[in-house]
């Protein structure tokens, strides 16, 4: 599939790089040479160039390309690069925007018609997964697959926890109502398999349906967290969409660092929400604001080693859910070792949501796992495909995939063994980086 992504900065750059990594025909434009600049190793080619130009567009191959993406920084850019892509000859193309108005379905035909398959608002997608884990504030991690009927909960394992030393080939006798699709553990990601143990400190992944998520709280060893009053440090885009999405009820504190910014923000922040000029990285202004009496601390500078600093501050200070925006990928395992308990990278996100549309199977939802280095996709089965053909404990699934659960016909089913898979099913899929490509051989 031959790939042109406009736009080199970090949206773009780690996208490149990952799917280069998968030996996609990748064409890397900027008008900046230098941000062209990638890792040894890194097959691709580059093409220094506007994307708004016709001619630069067509000199990087516009007319060959299965996909079109531009994510530069600016939104208009992006916009009138992909209608040039599609008159050119672009096959499919996808546009970053900052604008969540574009994304209204009484939109969505508007932009089709014009040249812009699908739309990406990085900042909308990183409010939504901030809004998510407040509203499940003892999870890692939370995702809501087949439309909510299948819900993927990642947790720390506490010390009390009722599944721990127990050995998954135990833990799987009675009523499957969960399947542990992975560990983390240290800086390692498994799938596990019945001879594995869960330990203390683990951060587990189930799968599960919305009625039985209390009983993952439980073998958790997790306690109910109500989230009433937060404070938020940055006064980012980010910050913007989560104060506007979050409910009125919930008391806001947000603390920007820049005088005049934290006054534009104040003219148009809800009732709901203080705006304060300061430094949330400051234990003393942070204590004076009452920290302590907090349910949730939140970190959206641009500065990822602040963040996590800031959510440690909060953590010692007493608040029982933090939540950082680490852009920063190197410092990701940073914020686990540190406690951090949500982990947001808009990067990830953003290409998580990319991702879907370059599988070949039928797919609707690809999430990237933070902390797990793994992703969980949604797939429909087509008919005759590798996965219907036998038994799922039948057929030699690699070691870094997992099926999780399946839902035919509007019923969920979780997955064991035995479990026979059917042309129409959608399927839970967890798998490490290394075999989302794998995929493929199944479900197609």
């Known amino acids: 599939m031959k790939i042109i992504i406009a736009g080199a ?4 750059t780690y996208l490149a790089t990952l799917l280069s990594r998968e030996k996609q025909d990748i064409v890397f434009m900027d008008p900046d040479e ?130 721990i030393n127990k050995y998954l080939c135990d833990l799987s006798q009675g009523e499957r109502f969960y399947h542990i699709v992975a560990i983390k553990r240290d800086n390692e990601t498994v799938i596990p398999r019945g001879s594995d143990r869960i330990l203390a400190g683990d951060i587990v992944f189930f799968t599960t349906t919305p009625k039985h998520v209390p009983d993952i709280k439980t073998f958790a060893g997790k306690d109910n967290i109500n989230i009433n009053r937060i404070t938020i440090m940055g006064g980012s885009r980010i910050a913007t969409k989560v104060c506007k999405n979050l409910p009125d009820s919930i008391q806001i504190k947000l603390i920007e660092k820049d005088k005049e910014k934290s006054y534009r923000l104040a003219e148009k922040a809800r009732s709901n929400v203080m705006v304060l000029n300061g430094d949330g990285r400051n234990t003393d202004l942070l204590v004076g604001e009452h920290i302590k009496d907090c349910d949730a601390f939140i970190a959206l500078t641009s500065n990822s080693e602040a963040n996590i600093l800031a959510c440690v501050t909060a953590k010692s200070l007493g608040v029982p859910k933090t939540v950082a925006e680490v852009e920063n990928t190197d410092y990701i395992q940073m914020a686990e070792k540190w406690d951090i308990g949500t982990v947001i990278n808009k990067k990830l996100i953003a290409a998580s949501h990319i991702y879907q549309f370059l599988l070949n199977a039928d797919v609707s939802t690809v999430k990237s796992m933070t902390f797990a280095n793994a992703e969980v996709a949604e797939l429909v089965a087509r008919p005759r495909s590798r996965v219907t053909r036998k038994p799922v404990k039948d057929l030699n699934l690699p070691q870094d995939m997992t099926l999780g659960g399946k839902i035919r016909n509007g019923v969920v089913d979780i997955i064991d063994g035995n479990t026979r898979i059917e042309a129409g099913d959608h399927v839970v899929v967890f798998c490490l980086d290394s075999a989302m490509r794998k995929i493929e051989d199944y479900f197609n």
């Not at 900065?9 to 773009?12: A, N």
């Not at 690069?81 to 604008?99: E, H």
């Not at 508007?110 to 998510?132: Q, R, T, Y």
């Open 9 to 12: 900065g970090e949206v773009g």
């Open 34 to 163: 230098e941000k062209l600049d990638m890792p040894y190793g890194l097959e691709m080619m580059t093409a220094v160039g506007n994307p708004t130009s016709i001619n630069d567009l067509k000199a990087a191959g516009v007319k060959q390309a299965d996909m079109f993406i531009a994510v530069t920084p600016e939104e208009s850019v992006n916009m009138t690069a992909c209608m040039l892509a599609t008159n050119l000859g672009a096959q499919t193309t996808i546009a970053r925007i900052g604008n969540t108005e574009y994304l209204l379905p009484k939109n969505m035909e508007f932009f089709s018609k014009l040249g812009i398959d699908s739309l990406i608002c990085p900042e909308a997608l990183a409010a939504g997964e901030i809004v998510s884990a407040l509203k499940n504030p003892w999870t890692r991690q939370w995702s809501e697959l087949a439309g909510g009927k299948l819900i993927l909960v990642g947790a720390k394992i506490s010390d009390n926890a009722a599944i």
